[in-house]
């Protein structure tokens, strides 16, 4: 389904990321793994090399650098990008039974630039270095995480900004690479998922991961009819969210 392409996915060392560039991975394409821990980034390129091909590359997606870097790497060993998979991010994870994050009169102000700049700065970095090199093999995807977060009880605050940002982001992103046939959509989990370092109480009631099944293979597939648009998985199929509309 996806020979001959080749993905990145941020924040692909473990969790959603690593289902994304596993299953990516599975269909054909060849995966670029970059993720601030080294060792997940190694272990998780080392797995899929035996699959499709990979390469793992250490990057802090708030630094434009790291990004510029990473990009040459993936554009000399790989030869390019087709997909490019904004996953890495901060998340408060509440159902998980960790303690909530602060209201905004008690937050630390590191705490808030550190949450905006993985979540909301990684997506801008990563999609404007990746845009040319998408262009240069004649369009591709956009993939960039959404994920949902109640106000009461109140903590997500910070998250939310940046997930709303994300989706006003991709929407006018879209509009801006459509004649490239570069498709930009924002993609929901639609629930609460436990990865790898949850709790095992968490794991027993929460669905990992593999509940996406192909979901990013089938992002990866989208026309452009769906460029700018919000759409999550449902029953073997992706289904448009919302109209993103105003």
């Not at 937050?107 to 990746?130: C, D, R």
């Not at 498709?183 to 629930?191: E, G, I, L, N």
Request: hydrophobic content about 40%; aromatic content about 8%.
């Amino acid at each position: 389904m996806l020979e001959g392409k080749i993905a990145i996915v941020t924040g692909g060392g473990q969790g959603i990321g690593k289902h994304a560039a596993l299953t990516l991975a599975r269909a054909g394409a060849k995966i670029a793994i970059f993720d601030y821990n080294t060792n997940t980034a190694n272990t998780t390129a080392a797995e899929i090399d035996k699959i499709s091909g990979a390469v793992a590359v250490t990057v802090d997606v708030r630094s434009e650098a790291d990004f510029e870097a990473a990009l040459k790497r993936v554009q000399k060993e790989l030869g390019g990008a087709d997909i490019l998979v904004n996953n890495a991010g901060i998340v408060p994870h509440f159902r998980w039974g960790l303690p909530r994050w602060p209201k905004v009169e008690d937050m630390p102000e590191e705490f808030w630039s550190k949450v905006i700049q993985t979540n909301l700065y990684g997506t801008f970095f990563g999609t404007k270095h990746a845009i040319p090199l998408l262009k240069t093999r004649g369009g591709g995807h956009i993939i960039n995480l959404y994920g949902g977060g109640g106000p009461n009880p109140p903590g997500a605050l910070t998250y939310m900004i940046t997930k709303n940002g994300i989706r006003t982001f991709s929407r006018y992103v879209a509009e801006e690479v459509r004649d490239d046939n570069i498709c930009v959509v924002t993609f929901s989990p639609r629930y609460a998922i436990a990865t790898e370092d949850a709790s095992d109480e968490a794991k027993s009631r929460m669905p990992s991961p593999e509940v996406l099944e192909d979901a990013f293979v089938l992002a990866s597939q989208l026309s452009m009819d769906f460029s700018g648009k919000c759409v999550a998985y449902d029953a073997g199929s992706l289904v448009i969210e919302d109209a993103m509309e105003g």
